[in-house]
T-cell receptor, first 115, second 114 residues
Framework: KQEVTQIPAALSVPEGENLVLNCSFTDSAIYNLQWFRQDPGKGLTSLLLIQSSQREQTSGRLNASLDKSSGRSTLYIAASQPGDSATYLCAVRMYSGGGADGLTFGKGTHLIIQP | NAGVTQTPKFRVLKTGQSMTLLCAQDMNHEYMYWYRQDPGMGLRLIHYSVGEGTTAKGEVPDGYNVSRLKKQNFLLGLESAAPSQTSVYFC?????????????FGPGTRLTVL
């Protein structure tokens, strides 16, 4: 059974710092990996999706990398801002004969950016 | 383009009552999913559907039923609610093609079972 772990569980940093969130998974036979953010009381917003054949994806100040063989992904946030405060979730999708397994989620990293 | 919408937003049930949660998407996505989110447990997949008329079990399907009679709708039913089903329920959808594989989530339904 796939297990996804996110470290750290919580992080508080001053505004302007660059930071790295970590995600690891136990089964490397993934189809893709997706990073989400979740604001309190809200749904999930997709940030980046990395296909299993890709090494990284970038969107603005966000960069996500994937090392499938070692079962690791990192989300890099550059020049952090108070608006980046949220819970960040990592999720993986496995290959399936049906082609559409749901996602297996980590428990998230709760990020606070201090003004 | 509303994306993924969920009805209702909040609901309180008594043990043994039944209810149906409705998910609708306007992105013409083939795949739809139901998850529940509990403190300390993260999000877990309940059921999913790969197309109209098809459903499949996820990680925690017991106590729930689903139906996908129309491509744009995915219903989650609780026949006899239990306090253990108190949770926040999220619906999501995605396309079949590689370029549309991102899962889009609804705002959630907060359910309390007394």
């Amino acid at each position: 059974k796939q297990e996804v772990t996110q470290i750290p569980a919580a992080l508080s940093v001053p505004e302007g710092e660059n930071l790295v969130l970590n995600c690891s998974f136990t089964d490397s036979a993934i189809y893709n990996l997706q990073w989400f953010r979740q604001d309190p009381g809200k749904g999930l917003t997709s940030l980046l999706l990395i296909q299993s054949s890709q090494r990284e994806q970038t969107s603005g100040r966000l960069n996500a990398s994937l090392d499938k063989s070692s079962g690791r992904s990192t989300l890099y946030i550059a020049a952090s801002q108070p608006g980046d405060s949220a819970t960040y979730l990592c999720a993986v999708r496995m290959y399936s004969g049906g082609g559409a397994d749901g996602l297996t989620f980590g428990k998230g990293t709760h990020l606070i950016i201090q003004p | 383009n509303a994306g993924v919408t969920q009805t209702p937003k909040f609901r309180v049930l008594k043990t043994g009552q039944s209810m149906t949660l409705l998910c609708a998407q306007d992105m013409n996505h083939e795949y739809m999913y139901w998850y529940r989110q509990d403190p300390g447990m993260g999000l877990r997949l309940i059921h999913y559907s790969v197309g109209e008329g098809t459903t499949a079990k996820g990680e925690v399907p017991d106590g729930y039923n689903v139906s996908r009679l129309k491509k744009q709708n995915f219903l989650l039913g609780l026949e006899s609610a239990a306090p253990s089903q108190t949770s926040v329920y999220f619906c999501a959808s995605s396309g079949r093609a590689l370029s549309t594989d991102t899962q889009y989530f609804g705002p959630g339904t907060r359910l309390t079972v007394l």
